[in-house]
């Protein structure tokens, strides 16, 4: 980091918090704290629904996921645009007569007090882990590349968060999120096409995609019927249809997004926009780190990218074994050089003969790579069994460190930060004010307007302290962008169910669905817990669990004609 990457970093973060500060003081009531006056723009929801879900998890993950996967994570979200559609046909249209601040007031009018507040505190419970989440993820990577202090920066990053999201609200959470996409957009542009200038003189874009499909990277399309595999077509079609509606149409972090618009209209553009610009934005990501596994068949890259995982096995008695590891990659790493440069050669003189045996012959090398790499994480792991040996996360973050010139450097962590920035604060406001209207408000009623707003800057400090605390005691998962859908997919389906039950199911009534619901969480963890499915399917198990178990309690115990026979008797 030199002095002008410190400059940019810091000038962007002050523009963001200031400006957020500045635009949105002074709100006086709930209405415009909560729903920010109801003045968004379609476009701004759009995007603040896209700032909302792009965390600093998917600037950093999703490449790292591309880089040793390949293009097949995009089939994860193949059933958002179908979520987007049912969601401006069913959600909105009766969130918007309704006139309500939360999705879960209309439960309470639908079914009773009891099965809305399970639901907001189901919401309260995976959004106030994620929020942590969403500190925690930026941080540590930051903290291992950068050698800064780990604590320090969810501090920082918590506190500049909850600065603004409490000044401001809702609408601060808005206005901040323009700029914060616009640093985010305009960064990863400059990223690729830097990538991409940094292949060799010979190797065009076309060529980079060829090397990439030559190694499997570009495999995009998994049509195979398997719940144990974790992304197909139909994983993302179904699972994902079902994982995006709960999160769209029924998370008060997503749904708060659209409630401040001007018309139903406005609500309705603002989520297709979403719906269209989505795909092609995580399938740019991800063809990012696709080019950046392309650069690094031309360039040596680390035997493990978390430099704290090979300090510790450098440190450590199998320091020895690991350098002959390491030798090996570079051995390795210079033979892929070598036929990935006469691979290049090939394709731009037309000469396909021997084009399989290339093909076939790097497939091979990136084979052995990837059981290097494994070894080598085996005995970081006998170094120190504390230690992360999975590398996604970092891959990105190391390219940008060591390969991008003065400044961009900066701005690039200013998108990381910035995606964390924007995604917490979308997480804090809503918790405030699901915490405000749902628990709050409702068993204090007959308050001043300056109360409720108060208490919602209030409880948006408290869960921001909470946040800051789970981020600093948090550890890495196997990738974080799967730890966070992970963590929503074991609540979501659940709350679908009961969000589907009440639009669809008129004759089934309170008791029997919260009964359902309840029983639907714990059988849920149960099966999560044994890796019964992969997670996404969690999604349509947990709203298929709790549709059935509604309707049959509905009909065994609850149902009127039972209630009258009681009388009779």
Known sequence: MQELDWVVLILTLIFIVSYGVYKTRGSRNVQDYIRGGNEAEWWTIGLSVMATQASAITFLSTPGQAYHDGMGFVQFYFGL??????????????????????????????????????????????????????????????????????????????????????????????????????????????????????LPANINFTNALEIAGASGKMDILDFSFDLNNRYTFWSGIIGGTFLALS???????????????????????????????????????????????????????????????????????????????VEENRELQ???????????????????????????????????????????????????????????????????LNNLPKGLIGLLLAVILSAAMSSTASELNALASTTTIDLYKRNRENRSEGHYVKASKLFTLGWGIIAILFASFASLFDNLIQLVNIIGSIFYGNVLGIFLLAFFITYVQSNAVFIAALITQIVVLIVYYNDVMEYLWLNLFGCGLVIILALILQILIYSPKKDNAKENN
């Open 247 to 325: 999160y769209f149409g029924t998370d008060q972090s997503q749904v708060q997004r659209y409630l401040i618009s001007r018309s139903m209209r406005e609500m309705q553009l603002g989520m297709i926009f979403n719906g269209l610009l989505k795909v092609p934005m995580q399938f740019f990501i991800l063809l990012v780190g696709v080019m950046v596994f392309v650069f690094y068949q031309f360039n040596q890259s680390p035997l493990n990218f978390n430099p704290a995982a090979t300090e510790a096995v450098m440190e450590s008695p199998y320091s020895a074994e690991y350098e002959v590891l």
């Open 81 to 198: 645009p179908i979520a987007m559609v049912i969601i401006c046909m069913v959600f909105i249209p009766i969130y918007h007569r309704l006139n309500v601040y939360t999705a879960y007031e209309y439960l309470e009018s639908r079914f009773d007090l009891k099965t809305r507040t399970l639901t907001a505190i189901l919401f309260l419970i995976q959004r106030g882990l994620s929020a942590g989440i969403t500190i925690f993820a930026p941080a540590i990577i930051l903290s291992a590349v950068l050698g800064w202090n780990l604590n320090f920066l969810t501090v920082i990053i918590g506190v500049l968060v909850i600065i603004y999201t409490v000044s401001g609200g809702t609408k601060a959470v808005n206005v901040t999120q323009k700029y914060q996409m616009g640093v985010i957009f305009g960064g990863m542009l400059i990223a690729f096409f830097l990538i991409v200038s940094y």
């Open 334 to 400: 210079k033979q892929q050089q070598e036929l990935t440069i006469n691979y290049g050669q090939r394709i731009n003189s037309n000469l396909a003969t021997n084009q399989e045996k290339f093909r076939n012959d790097l497939r091979e090398l990136n084979e052995k790579e990837k059981e290097n790499r494994e070894q080598a994480k085996e005995l970081i792991k006998a170094a120190n069994d504390k230690m992360e040996t999975n590398d996604k996360d970092y891959v990105f973050i190391h390219f940008i």
